[in-house]
């Protein structure tokens, strides 16, 4: 797991949306760990702040052709080039101070606001990055556009960008999402419109901040009018930019792969809140974070007679948890271990520690539908025996985390007694 960031230092800007015309001035500030990224109108009484979320994104109908969060009366329109820039950097917490209703538009792509974080400088917080693992492919389609989006193990982006008679030929373009080549690749694309469409945005009154160097116009035959383009494919990157923007607003790095043909922000949209949708669904928290055995058999493969938990307390997913083992003189291995003085085995408690552990690492979304195998047990103490009638309490914790390696450490107890600890380390792997 990464580390969550933020920028080092505040950065200040300005310049005019591309859809109001309206100057605005910016200033990006540090926030610590959990925060998001949060919009604040400094101009408006009390400078309300508006937090980047699926909540908050008003709807594509209501202002179209960009991406703009309100709450109440406060909004911001056309924030998707600085989410894109955002999520290209991995920059998760944020304060962006701004004193009118749309971002500067600055060269119409995300280019310069690589460059104001860049210089503000970046810097990893306390708290774990935590990724949306997709589990279910999600398909959504309009008016001759989709989008596909299926379970991956990193980001990835293919776009299709096809206008028929209006460009001479597709435009295509296929990238595993990465900060290096995001900048190189992604970033500099700037947006762009037909040539026939730029008086009708006008009537609108869209576009009034929009000149021939912050947006590329394609005539008839896709050239583009007064301005070179970047790449001999600009507007499909530009695509990518946006959608990688209009993404970010889960608030969370996505783990999957994206197959777009000619989507806009109004489908975005509506795959952000499909996607928000299937991560509650998903989800297994509770209020009091309470795992029962059905639940925990729909993480860990173990069934009788070798599921040693039965219920997880307390749960900090891919951190910590607590979970309970009731010893009863039912349980198998007594017949056994031993006839006349029933003792439950060692290798069984650390076994049940250890699935404790499996709980708490898969049930995260990085590693959900995953196993988790033994690889090695260190510095393994038993204390005291454990008999019939005790109540085995089960602490682990991570230690560490790398790629597929899990490093636990716990501890089990009887009537707040350590009885047995262990730490051990798993295989992360495919199901």
């Known amino acids: 797991m990464s580390k969550q960031k933020t920028i080092l230092k505040e950065i200040s800007f300005s310049g005019v949306g591309l859809h109001t015309g309206n100057k605005s001035n910016v200033t990006l500030k540090p926030a610590k760990s959990g925060t998001g990224i949060i919009f604040v109108r400094k101009d408006l009484s009390g400078s309300p702040q508006i937090k980047a979320c699926v909540e908050n994104m008003v709807p594509a109908e209501k202002m179209p052709r960009r991406t703009s969060i309100e709450n109440g009366a406060a909004c911001v329109q056309t924030v998707e080039h600085l989410m894109a820039a955002l999520s290209g950097l991995g920059v998760d917490n944020l304060y962006v101070e701004v004193d009118s209703n749309e971002l500067p538009g600055l060269d119409g792509s995300s280019l310069n606001f690589v460059e104001f974080i860049a210089q503000a400088g970046i810097k990893e917080l306390d708290k774990e990055r935590e990724a949306f693992f997709i589990k279910e492919p999600i398909k959504i389609e309009e008016g001759g556009a989709s989008i596909v989006i299926e379970p991956a193990s990193e980001f990835k982006i293919s776009y299709t960008l096809d206008y028929a008679k209006s460009l ?15 900048q190189k690749e992604i970033a500099p694309a700037r947006t762009f419109c037909l040539e026939s469409e730029s008086a009708e945005l006008k009537r609108q009154g869209l576009g009034l901040g929009a000149n021939y160097e912050n947006t590329l116009v394609l005539d008839k035959a896709g050239q583009v009018i007064k301005n070179k383009v970047r790449f001999p494919d600009e507007a499909v990157r530009h695509k990518v930019l946006d959608l990688m923007g209009d993404l970010f607003f ?11 043909l000619k989507s806009g922000h109004s489908l975005n949209l509506k795959l952000v809140r499909k996607l928000a949708e299937q991560r509650k669904n998903n989800s297994m928290k509770t209020e009091s974070s309470v795992l029962e055995v059905t639940d925990i058999m729909k993480i860990i493969p173990h069934r009788e007679p070798f599921l040693f938990v039965d219920r997880i307390t307390k749960i900090e997913y891919g951190k910590r948890a607590t979970g309970i083992k009731n010893v009863t003189i039912n349980d198998y291995f007594f017949k056994g271990h031993f006839p006349g003085r029933p003792v439950m085995p060692g290798v069984i408690i650390v076994e049940a520690m250890a699935q404790v552990g499996a709980v708490m690492l898969l049930a995260s979304e990085e590693y959900k539908g995953k196993l988790a195998f033994f690889m090695s047990i260190d510095n393994v103490k038993f204390r005291k025996p454990v008999v019939p009638g005790d109540q085995l309490v089960f602490e682990v914790e991570t230690v560490k985390v790398k790629s597929k390696i899990g490093q636990v450490r716990g501890k089990a107890l009887v009537d707040g007694k350590v009885v047995a600890e262990a730490d051990f380390v798993c295989a992360l792997v495919e199901n």
């Open 250 to 260: 889960l608030g969370a790095p996505l783990k999957a792969q994206i197959k777009a």
């Open 168 to 182: 001479p030929a597709k435009e295509f373009i296929e990238l595993a999402v990465n900060p290096e080549n995001f």
